[in-house]
């Protein structure tokens, strides 16, 4: 008789474990690099009618642009409505509420600010520390 054909025990399969985004890029980060650019989607009030509007954010090279809806292909945005410089910029939370401000003093016409509200808190401060970078990068 034909010997048995030998039976594979099943292979215990390794496991691949990723760390969280923001841990990753901080891992990899080089010292004196530029900050990593950010993309989401966030609530932005109006500076006329200060309804909330869903509007794509793209965070890079220290300015934060805003869009109508998002894109695959840089700009990663279409149909821009707008973008503050984060250079001297200072950054605020309360709750929800982030809010951007130009250095320039509110009664100046080049005086900018962006009032967001981004609900959830892992993603607030995910936010908050990628703009806090890319303002402490730029200013210097």
């Given at each position: ?34 900050p ?34 998002s ?70």
């Amino acid at each position: 008789p034909a010997p048995a054909p030998a039976v594979e025990e099943p292979k215990e399969e390794a496991k691949v474990v990723e760390a969280a985004p923001a841990a990753a890029a901080a891992a990899t980060k080089l010292p004196g690099a530029p900050p990593a650019s950010r993309k989401g989607t966030i609530f932005k009030q109006g500076h006329m009618v200060k309804n909330w509007k869903n509007r794509f954010f793209v965070l890079e090279g220290g300015i934060l642009a805003y869009y109508e809806s998002s894109s695959p292909r840089p700009p990663y945005g279409i149909n821009k409505k707008g973008e503050i410089s984060l250079v001297g910029c200072t950054v605020s939370v309360d709750k929800s509420i982030v809010t951007i401000s130009s250095s320039q003093s509110a009664n100046d016409k080049g005086h900018k600010e962006l009032v967001l509200d981004i609900k959830y808190p892992n993603e607030r401060q995910e936010w908050m520390e990628s703009i806090s970078e890319h303002i402490t990068y730029y200013t210097k």
